[in-house]
T-cell receptor
């Protein structure tokens, strides 16, 4: 079945550092790919998405490119802020009858001032 | 535009009891999906309802059941609660099964 594997955390960085969180997936067909963010005590918020190969999703300084050849969707940000501290989830939506999201296990990011 | 709301926020139940969780979908959305998020894990798909019919189900036993109402709000029912059912339960609404899913804040269920 479909699956998502994320870089294990936790990840701790200093403010203004460069961020990469790795994500790879296994799926049949052409899934859509997503990054969600979860702040403490809250639900999930969509951060960015890409629906086809070579698409780049971007939002709030975060970027991720859909790489079909490497089945990857790595999240990057050039300069992180303390407010970026959260748990980040990579997810895919396949092409079945029910358009369910399949999530990775999450990566906890802490940014120190 | 009202977002996705869930109730209650927190709930404590005893093993063997039954629980009902509620979700109000975002205005204009006709599909609700439910997910279980165990501590430190990613959310796992439970099932999806589209126009009051179950539209797909994940790997959860039949004691997890649901309903969707004509106004597209939804309930998740869990019978014979087990300790492992302790988790954050998230619902997400969308326009159609393949539409972007908008998540509610979740219900934290603790089974003792």
């Amino acid at each position: 079945g479909d699956s998502v594997t994320q870089m294990e955390g936790p990840v701790t960085l200093s403010e203004e550092a460069f961020l990469t969180i790795n994500c790879t997936y296994t799926a049949t067909g052409y899934p859509s790919l997503f990054w969600y963010v979860q702040y403490p005590g809250e639900g999930l918020q969509l951060l960015l998405k890409a629906t086809k190969a070579d698409d780049k999703g971007s939002n709030k300084g975060f970027e991720a490119t859909y790489r079909k050849e490497t089945t990857s969707f790595h999240l990057e940000k050039g300069s992180v802020q303390v407010s970026d501290s959260a748990v980040y989830f990579c997810a895919l939506m396949g092409q079945g009858v029910a358009q369910k999201l399949v999530f990775g296990q999450g990566t906890r990011l802490t940014i120190n001032p | 535009e009202t977002g996705v709301t869930q109730s209650p926020t927190h709930l404590i139940k005893t093993r063997g009891q039954q629980v009902t969780l509620r979700c109000s979908s975002q205005s204009g959305h006709n599909t609700v999906s439910w997910y279980q998020q165990a501590l430190g894990q990613g959310p796992q798909f439970i099932f999806q309802y589209y126009r009051e019919e179950e539209n797909g189900r994940g790997n959860f036993p039949p004691r997890f059941s649901g309903l969707q109402f004509p106004n597209y709000s939804s309930e998740l029912n869990v019978n014979a609660l087990e300790l492992d059912d302790s988790a954050l339960y998230l619902c997400a609404s969308s326009l159609g099964g393949g539409g972007e899913q908008y998540f509610g804040p979740g219900t934290r269920l603790t089974v003792t």
